[in-house]
């Protein structure tokens, strides 16, 4: 059984890996290889409540810092040793652990230690509570498949600095950079309101003057946002997809024109790099007919009218151009998400979005508008989301 804590607050913050299981097997095994063949600097020593008393079951504590001086060395002798064998035993005594198996389990406890922690007081209390949280959840089996896959696109790891957006719950606002002038999307990138519905879109013009890092670039200004980088690619699929990803593009844009090779091979390298594949479907007759011959489907098809044609046709032309979003949620399944692109204003976000689009891009509604931040609020509100994701406070046990 395994269990895995974190508690407390840095230097002194405890985070505990631990196994328990029987002597007999694999666990067993583990911890005696662990006492008969140390690594240096992470020696493995026995929870003891005092010395000469060993805590049951036999509990074996593995630095996860590398032990460099005398006082790494005391701190993990001395607090985190007492904190570890202490949670064991009082697990026992609460029941936690059954008293009549103490002989037949062994316990292996990985402990982190920052160098930087001086507070014996809080290292002490920290991994005391870090074990016994780990104890108690490797018993229970903590966590179940259904609340791993409940949290795995909600929450944050706190060490990575930024949200992973798998945009799983729609509608968004994307909006469009288009314009080849880096000085002046960096303005409108920090101008834009912090939201998760927000999507920000590397354009065709702006990625060929200043080539597909210019993503990183947008990462570093805005690292919670989800990024676009908008190939329109028609060949050399898996490469581009590739390139795209390694610059760290969450979405990567193709062209429904491609050769449907090509498209699947950008699919499949979208995949692979953790991004999703977007279909433009720029100048393409029946998208659906198209989607129904790819064998592996896109995560976003996006339905665009080209700026040059929006210019010259008529409201209702306009409109007609979103095609049967219905029909292509058929065909790829309730997993696509279908965006609509081309002279989208405030004023037609409810006929979209009851048309039954996901995602809204939008370029020069909102980036040439005097007041980017207020514009990109419009449309927010008209889509019904909130600007900032509140913090949520996790409720664990």
Not at 16 to 31: C, M, N, P, Q
Not at 131 to 144: E, G, H, V
Request: proline content about 5%; hydrophobic content about 45%.
């Amino acid at each position: 059984m395994v269990g895995e804590a974190l508690v407390g607050e840095e230097p002194e913050i405890a985070h505990i890996d631990l196994i328990i299981g029987s002597k007999r097997e694999a666990v067993g095994t583990a911890f005696a290889c662990s006492i008969a063949q140390p690594k240096q600097g992470h020696t493995p020593i026995l929870g003891v409540i005092r010395p000469n008393l060993p805590v049951k079951p036999m509990t074996l504590i593995v630095p996860k810092v590398s032990i460099k001086n005398l006082a790494d060395a005391e701190k993990m002798f001395g607090p985190a040793q007492s904190a570890v064998a202490k949670a064991v035993a009082d697990a026992v005594e609460e029941g936690i652990i059954a008293k009549g198996e103490v002989e037949e389990l062994v316990v292996i406890v990985s402990v982190f230690i920052h160098p930087r922690g001086k507070d014996y007081q809080r290292i002490y209390r920290y991994n005391y509570a870090a074990t016994k949280l780990a104890l108690s959840r490797a018993i229970q089996k903590f966590p179940n498949i259904d609340k791993v896959l409940e949290e795995k696109d909600k929450s944050i790891h706190a060490m990575i600095g930024f949200r992973i957006n798998n945009l799983k719950k729609p509608p968004y606002l994307e909006v469009a950079l288009d314009i080849p002038d880096w000085r002046r999307v960096e303005g409108i990138i920090r101008a834009l309101p912090r939201s998760d519905a927000i999507i920000i879109e590397a354009g065709t013009p702006l990625i060929k003057r200043y080539g597909v890092e210019v993503v990183q670039k947008i990462h570093q200004l805005r690292p919670e946002s989800v990024v676009l980088a908008d190939l329109k690619t028609l060949d050399t699929g898996n490469l581009e997809a590739r390139m795209a990803g390694d610059a760290t593009a969450d979405v990567v844009g193709f062209s429904g024109l491609a050769p449907l090779k090509t498209m699947e091979k950008f699919i499949a390298e979208c995949e692979k790099v953790g991004a999703l594949s977007l279909m433009d479907t720029l100048n393409v007759p029946d998208p659906v007919e198209v989607l129904k011959q790819l064998e592996a489907k896109p995560g976003i098809v996006e339905l665009h009218r080209a700026i040059d044609v929006e210019q010259v046709q008529t409201h209702e032309e306009q409109e007609s151009e979103w095609g049967n979003i219905g029909e292509i949620k058929s065909v790829c399944g309730n997993g696509v998400l279908v965006a609509v692109a081309g002279g989208i204003r405030v004023n037609k976000v409810e006929k979209a979005l009851n048309a039954g689009a996901d995602i809204l891009v939008v370029g020069r509604a909102i980036t040439a508008a005097k007041d980017v931040a207020g514009a990109a609020r419009g449309f927010l509100q008209r889509m019904g989301v909130e600007e900032v994701d509140q913090f949520r406070v996790m409720t664990d046990f």
